[in-house]
């Protein structure tokens, strides 16, 4: 079973800042935070991870709380192509995916 | 970059016939490869890890007679469905680490319909 919690969805207009809630209150202390993202009928993509500091790239910021067992994910000028279930991910070896958040971007 | 692809796309198969899927690593040497399946409205479940050069190591359940997985070098895994039934039809996805590293890549996946 997943060990993070996601809300089922989201709706968000566009151009505007999507941010994308997770909880993961049994994440060890060595372990990252990995966000993926799956559009329709594709292979899962690799957005960003975190351990505790706050991270940023070309596709989305990560906000990491100080006790670690919660974060979000932000992406700040929201496309139609955003729209996609997000997964957030307790990071190792193995990835288990829970159902994610399905984000809807709308014109 | 980190770019990884499967062969075929989608395929569609005989039951009771055997079907092979390849998972590369285009830019990027992986020592570890990974198989996934996902149903119709659920998500990815792992099937199997592989090593380069080592025997994969299957998840609770995943019959490894079945699900034959080869990972003969740092670019290459094979997924071979063996004797495949209509409840094999799934949506199968490889991803793949760079050496060294514990982030995945995945691929685009394949489509698989077994009638």
């Known amino acids: 079973d997943a060990k993070t919690t996601q809300p089922p969805s989201m709706d968000c207009a566009e151009g505007r800042a999507a941010n994308l809630p997770c909880n993961h209150s049994?994440?060890?202390?060595?372990?990252?935070v990995y966000w993926y993202r799956q559009i329709h009928s594709q292979g899962p993509q690799y957005i960003i991870h975190?351990?505790?500091n706050n991270e940023t790239n070309e596709m989305a910021s990560l906000i990491i709380t100080e006790d670690r067992k919660s974060s979000t994910l932000i992406l700040p000028h929201a496309t139609l192509r955003d729209t996609a279930v997000y997964y957030c991910?307790?990071?190792?070896?193995?990835?288990?995916f829970g159902a994610g958040t399905i984000l809807r971007v709308k014109s | 970059g980190a770019v990884v692809s499967q062969h075929p796309s989608w395929v569609i198969c005989k039951s009771g016939t055997s079907v092979k899927i390849e998972c590369r690593s285009l830019d990027f040497q992986a020592t570890t490869m990974f198989w996934y399946r996902q149903f119709p409205k659920q998500s990815l479940m792992l099937m199997a890890t592989s090593n380069e050069g080592s025997k994969a190591t299957y998840e609770q359940g995943v019959e490894k007679d079945k699900f034959l997985i080869n990972h003969a070098s740092l670019t290459l895994s094979t997924l071979t469905v063996t004797s495949a039934h209509p409840e094999d039809s799934s949506f199968y996805i490889c991803s793949a680490t760079k050496t060294g590293q514990e982030t995945q890549y995945f691929g685009p996946g394949t489509r698989l319909l077994v009638l």
């Open positions: 049994t994440i060890s202390g060595n372990e990252y």
């Open positions: 975190g351990l505790k």
């Open positions: 991910i307790e990071g190792g070896n193995k990835l288990v």
